[in-house]
């Protein structure tokens, strides 16, 4: 699976929006970009997922760039409930059923 | 009401057991999957299932065995527990080889004494 970089953390402040960046610069063209986030004790949730154009969805928007190298998810308002860890993720648009997952970003929010 | 349920959240066993830990879905997906979530919080994918075949079978000791029944259940039986099978193990499921995206469980907190 192709590879993802990530920062280890951000922080944000509550009400704020949150531009999480992603970088795949060995992105293929059947990859799919896939986020999810866990919070804590809890298993991992799906966010959203592109492949070129932007997304939009109650949770999020998915802002992929024009050479596909790098992404950006954004949480247009942040909450307390948002605090969590971020992973972007590759996933082959081929017959690969795994989803392959890094080491995420630890998504900070202060009252 | 909930999408994909494991059984127990909790398990603590001593060394040598065999435990098992159950998993079901109730949206209709095919494909089934177990993860472990170590200590150091990395998620790797064990096993996997497609109507009640098995399609992913990673670098897991095969004290590890899952078993299927129907689509909408995946079990994970473990023998002879050691004190690194303590981890979170996480079932999940998806439809179409998860295109749209996978649904997780809240995991199974094991911890081997």
């Known amino acids: 699976d192709a590879k993802t970089t990530q920062p280890n953390s951000m922080e944000s402040n509550e009400e704020e929006p949150v531009h999480l960046p992603c970088n795949h610069s060995t992105i293929s063209g059947t990859d799919y970009i896939h986020w999810y986030r866990q919070l804590p004790s809890q298993g991992p949730e799906y966010v959203i997922h592109?492949?070129?154009s932007n997304v939009n969805n109650r949770m999020a928007s998915l802002a992929i760039a024009e050479d596909r190298k790098s992404s950006t998810l954004i949480l247009h308002r942040a909450t307390l409930r948002d605090a969590a860890v971020y992973y972007c993720?590759?996933?082959?648009?081929?017959?690969?059923?795994?989803?392959?997952f890094g080491k995420g970003t630890l998504l900070t929010v202060n009252p | 009401d909930t999408a994909v349920s494991q059984t127990p959240k909790y398990l603590v066993t001593q060394m040598g057991n065999d435990k098992s830990i159950k998993c079901e879905q109730n949206?209709?997906?095919?494909?089934m999957y177990w993860y472990k979530q170590d200590s150091k919080k990395f998620l790797k994918i064990m096993f996997s299932?497609?109507?009640?075949?098995?399609?992913i079978n990673e670098t897991v000791p095969n004290r590890f065995s899952p078993k299927s029944p129907d689509k909408a259940h995946l079990n994970l039986h473990i023998n002879s527990l050691e004190l690194g099978d303590s981890a979170v193990y996480f079932c999940?499921?998806?439809?179409?080889?998860?295109?749209?995206?996978?649904?997780f469980g809240s995991g199974t907190r094991l911890t081997v004494v």
């Open positions: 999940a499921s998806s439809q179409d080889r998860g295109r749209d995206g996978y649904t």
């Open positions: 949206l209709g997906h095919d494909t």
């Open positions: 299932y497609n109507n009640k075949e098995l399609i």
């Open positions: 993720i590759l996933r082959s648009g081929g017959s690969n059923y795994k989803l392959t």
């Open positions: 592109g492949l070129t």
